[in-house]
């Protein structure tokens, strides 16, 4: 008997411990796992419904034309200032030759009004002299009048004489008048008519160069909608240009998940085109103003009566480390899941006020203007000159 009951007692012993074993293993795991969801987990916001962001930069023409060129194709990298689409210029070229026609005239025309400034006042001064001796006619004759040397008629018509000088002076002086009221006091080359001639003459000069469209911005060309002998006219849109440098994460969170979130907190990003082993990194650079419905071309009407409760979602905009983008290149649209640390919670919900400096600029649509002033200067000093 005691050589049979020794295996058992043994046996169960050996379960017991397990037993044992087993529930203080399965009481630690539950520890550890509550220790690490309130370290961890609990301090984390995390989401897959977000989708990559970028600046589309539509380019479209400030001029009327017909596409004769096209520079870059979707899919190609483009650098700020490129040309990418050249119009035909015939018509702009006819423009500028008929706006330097214009200023050449105007030029004329006011040397022309000015130099009969100096013709009025000469026909003044000659109408002057007509009617004093007119007047010192008539007072020789008075004297003779008297003694009835001469006849009445006579005085009547030396009267006539100096009313017809002095009229005559009068509308020389009234023609002079109105021939100095626009330009007495002004200079002609800042005269009104030339400065409008020379602004039109400028327009036309810039038409003509806006018929070489260029890039605003370095990217890559995606949607082009222009073909070759289209078209085209301002404000059409001929293709997009997008910057993947400057690219962005826009996660919608739900309602509930916002009390933690702030701005300035840490955030990694998974992109499902290269999975887990790439992995970038980036801040929350902003909470939207409102929920996705709220700004819906069909905004859902909550008030009425067959009303059901949903979650809503508030876009956050994630910020980017430029140098992981540059390392692994990420598209507009792309899926990714958005995980945030809220660790640190002493930032502001709140977007920061406007920077003093523009978040987005470009040189490249600059126009040399001196070269246009340059140009309607040599065709004034031209005229001026004949």
């Known amino acids: 008997m005691t050589t049979t009951n020794t295996p058992l007692n043994t046996n169960g012993i050996k379960r017991k411990w397990l037993l044992l074993g087993s529930t203080l293993l399965f009481i630690l795991v539950a520890i550890g796992s509550s220790i690490y969801y309130l370290l961890v987990l609990s301090q984390q916001e995390q989401t897959d419904d977000a989708y990559v962001g970028g600046n589309q930069v539509m380019l479209t023409s400030q001029v009327t034309g017909s596409v004769q060129e096209i520079g870059a194709d979707e899919t190609q990298l483009v650098k700020a200032g490129a040309e990418l689409i050249k119009l035909d210029p015939v018509d702009a070229e006819v423009a500028l030759r008929q706006a330097e026609a214009r200023l050449g005239v105007t030029v004329l025309q006011l040397r022309e009004r000015y130099a009969a400034i100096g013709q009025y006042a000469a026909t003044i001064q000659q109408r002057k002299i007509n009617l004093q001796k007119a007047e010192d006619d008539l007072a020789r004759r008075m004297p003779l009048a008297a003694d009835h040397t001469l006849s009445a008629e006579d005085i009547t018509h030396a009267k006539q004489v100096v009313e017809d000088a002095r009229a005559a002076l009068d509308v020389a002086q009234k023609q002079a008048a109105a021939a100095q009221a626009g330009l007495v006091g002004v200079d002609l080359t800042k005269h009104p008519d030339l400065l409008a001639a020379k602004a039109d003459f400028v327009q036309a000069w810039l038409a003509l160069r806006r018929n070489a469209i260029l890039a605003p911005v370095s990217g890559y060309v995606a949607k082009r909608n222009v073909q070759v002998g289209a078209h085209i006219t301002p404000g059409m849109t001929l293709l997009s240009i997008v910057p993947l440098d400057q ?36 801040k929350v650079a902003g909470l939207s103003a409102g929920t996705g419905s709220a700004f819906a071309l069909l905004p859902a009407q909550n008030a009425t009566g067959n009303w059901v409760k949903v979650v809503q979602r508030l876009p956050i905009r994630i910020s980017l480390d430029p140098k992981e983008l540059a390392a692994h290149p990420l598209r507009i649209g792309l899926s990714t899941v958005v995980t945030i640390d809220t660790h640190h919670r002493d930032g502001t919900a709140l977007g920061s006020a406007m920077p ?8 490249a649509l600059n126009q040399p203007m001196q070269e246009a002033d340059a140009a309607a200067q040599s065709i004034i000093a031209r005229n001026l000159a004949r």
Do not use: M
């Not at 309602?255 to 992109?271: C, F, H, M, T, Y």
């Open 247 to 282: 690219l962005w994460v826009d996660a919608n969170f739900k309602e509930s998940d916002l009390g933690n979130i702030r701005v300035g907190q840490p955030v990694k990003v998974e992109a499902d085109a290269y999975g887990s082993k790439v992995e970038y990194h980036g």
């Open 356 to 363: 003093l400096v523009p978040v987005y600029a470009t040189q």
